[in-house]
């Protein structure tokens, strides 16, 4: 998964920034790196989950539960629009999600 993330120009963009930070500890390096790497998880797991989710009940013909997954899908990607800041010791780090 973590791989998959390095692909993306954007993630690498993001964490190339964390590494050139001047004047910082380790430790608010690899905070900064965990917190990136967990809303980028947590962002992309959901959606594809809510995506394979909303494939299933497509399949199953369900309109009720596809029009719940398909407002919890697009809130998702809307409250990530504009991406989110982490931050640590004074330092902040805006990511991006496409």
Same mark, same amino acid.
């Given at each position: ?19 050139? %930070?001047?004047?910082?500890? /380790? ?10 790497? &967990?809303?980028? +998880? ?16 497509? %399949?199953?013909?369900?309109? /009720? ?10 809130? &998702?990607?809307? +409250? ?19």
């Amino acid at each position: 998964m973590i791989n998959e993330f390095s692909m993306n120009p954007s993630v690498t963009r993001q964490l190339k920034v964390i590494k050139s %930070l001047q004047s910082r500890s /380790e430790g608010t390096v690899q905070s900064l790196y965990a917190q990136a790497v &967990l809303e980028y +998880s947590l962002y992309y797991f959901k959606k594809e989950f809510l995506y394979q989710q909303i494939d299933e009940v497509l %399949l199953n013909r369900n309109e /009720e539960r596809f029009n719940e997954l398909v407002v919890e899908y697009n809130q &998702l990607i809307e +409250s990530h629009r504009d991406g989110k800041t982490v931050s640590e010791d004074g330092f902040e780090l805006h990511l991006h999600f496409d």
